[in-house]
């Protein structure tokens, strides 16, 4: 444990990709096994990767390549889950893939899962999104998420590295209880997976997050989907690394690529200690 005066000198190189994903499942893991690698050459030792990155087609159609997710991997693993073990286990990395079809005990509603696979290729940590997008957002869509998934119930940490992770999946992110609810848990840095519309991510995307920055007085790193996807989605990418002060360090161009920076929990010690409002808290 850090004493009061003793200065915090961890630090974590993470990445956030960005995607455009389609509804074939091989295809897109074979986008996210080339960003990665090019993740680990830059540094990064936790790579997030976006909500819905190995298909992005109908929600209905989810129930179809939905996987078991077992700590070990076993024979019940499917082509998601056999990659993204194989893939942290040869990069030497932990990866956190947002936002991933998980079977549940309905066959027809599986969870959206953000997994968090370690570099021995173990499930350290899995989180099922609390809040569905059933929305209609004025772009010739309507979402109704909860005709298809299954909500979760409980906030879910994990340590990578030393540095205590919260979890949370796209749509969360409007709702502040939760990530109260992680900095409870000890979060030092929020991971969001998403895929923001484009409606809805031109206008609020940067707001929301700096906003749970600000407030959370925590590091966020924010993976999305960004581009054109079938049935006409169009989504708003903009992945990017915040820093516990709200400002963006860095962020994604448009299309596919990766945003790569570092946690530092100097930075996120000093915020707390100078404006200490998480102590100030009086509900």
Not at 271 to 280: E, F, K, Q
Request: hydrophobic letters at 40%; a negative charge.
């Amino acid at each position: 444990m850090l004493s009061a005066v003793e200065p915090d000198t961890r630090e974590l190189t993470v990445a956030a990709l960005q995607l455009e994903s389609q509804d074939d499942v091989a295809a897109n893991l074979a986008v996210v096994r080339d960003l990665v690698g090019r993740a680990t050459k830059r540094g990064a030792s936790l790579i997030l990767l976006p909500e819905n990155f190995a298909f992005m087609g109908k929600e209905a159609d989810k129930r179809a390549i939905a996987e078991v997710v077992s700590v070990e991997g076993s024979p019940a693993d499917g082509p998601i889950m056999r990659e993204l073990r194989a893939l942290a286990i040869e990069n030497a990395v932990t990866l956190i893939a947002g936002g991933m079809p998980e079977r549940s005990d309905d066959e027809l509603r599986p969870f959206n899962a953000s997994v968090v696979v370690g570099r021995d290729g173990r499930v350290a940590a899995r989180y099922r999104k609390i809040h569905l997008f059933d929305v209609e957002v004025g772009d010739g869509h309507t979402y109704r998420e909860s005709a298809s998934t299954c909500a979760g119930s409980t906030p879910e940490v994990t340590v990578v590295g030393g540095v205590t992770v919260g979890l949370s999946v796209c749509y969360d992110l409007r709702f502040p209880e939760l990530y109260r609810a992680l900095v409870d848990r000890g979060a030092e840095l929020l991971t969001v997976p998403a895929a923001f519309t484009l409606a809805t991510g031109k206008d609020h995307w940067h707001t929301l997050l700096r906003a749970r920055a600000i407030e959370s007085q925590c590091w966020v790193l924010a993976a999305a989907q960004g581009g054109l996807h079938p049935g006409g989605r169009r989504t708003y990418g903009k992945s990017c690394l915040i820093d516990p002060w709200g400002d963006v360090l860095a962020q994604a161009t448009d299309g596919v690529g990766l945003v790569v920076g570092t946690v530092d929990l100097g930075r996120l010690a000093t915020v707390r200690r100078t404006l200490p409002s998480l102590g100030h808290r009086r509900l």
